[in-house]
């Protein structure tokens, strides 16, 4: 297959939109136009969108995704539960063997500690959340720009077949009043026969 002129791909895209979308090229947006175009130039509007999105990324984004995963697993949920009782736990020996610990009770050394730990994790959360809402909106657009291209693939398949199917129906309708005229023909060809004794 040749691919389409510039001209020729700008005018059925007019066609599909005005056709296929009721709506004229100039009043689509920028995503339904790009649809138009590629129905028009019968080319795939698929693509690998998380390959494309990681592509492009820093290793500090792909850190702070690392650290997003880790910080939101069970893993991390369970450790977290450990040193915190170990932390209570080690504290409360060392306070009653030497009568003092070295974080005593109400732990402000380990809420100092969990602080830190929130204000450097939560910032990071929220690069990972930033990076995965634009994927997800990526993602949506492109889910949209597949499915509209897919419904009006079908709408073009459509009108195909309702065109050969009325071709059909003309070809038939032919065929079938040229059967008829012979059947007339053969009759009058008999009758002065039988009226013949």
């Known amino acids: 297959m040749t691919p389409a002129t510039p001209a020729h791909t700008a005018h059925t895209a007019h066609d599909i939109a005005s056709t296929l979308l009721g709506s004229s090229y100039g009043a689509l947006d920028e995503r339904t136009r790009?649809?138009?175009?590629?129905?028009?130039?019968?080319?795939?509007?698929?693509?690998?969108?998380?390959?494309?999105?990681?592509?492009?990324?820093?290793?500090?984004a792909r850190a702070a995704d690392a650290v997003a995963h880790f910080g939101g697993s069970w893993v991390f949920i369970g450790l977290f539960a450990t040193t915190m009782i170990a932390w209570v736990l080690l504290n409360s020996w060392v306070l009653a063997r030497q009568d003092h610990g070295f974080d005593?009770?109400?732990?402000?050394?380990?809420?100092?500690?969990?602080?830190?730990?929130?204000?450097?994790?939560?910032?990071?959360?929220?690069?990972?959340?930033?990076?995965?809402?634009?994927?997800?909106r990526a993602s949506a657009e492109h889910d949209y720009e597949v499915n509209l291209k897919a419904e009006l693939e079908i709408m073009l398949l459509h009108d195909k077949l309702d065109l050969l199917r009325d071709g059909q129906w003309r070809e038939l309708l032919a065929v079938q009043g040229e059967q008829m005229k012979l059947l007339q023909d053969l009759l009058r060809q008999q009758r002065p026969q039988e009226v013949m004794p």
């Open 104 to 136: 005593p009770y109400p732990y402000i050394l380990l809420n100092l500690f969990l602080s830190m730990l929130a204000a450097i994790q939560a910032p990071i959360i929220l690069m990972s959340q930033n990076r995965q809402s634009q994927k997800d």
């Open 34 to 60: 790009k649809v138009a175009r590629h129905v028009a130039e019968r080319r795939h509007i698929a693509r690998n969108l998380p390959e494309e999105f990681d592509a492009g990324h820093t290793r500090g």
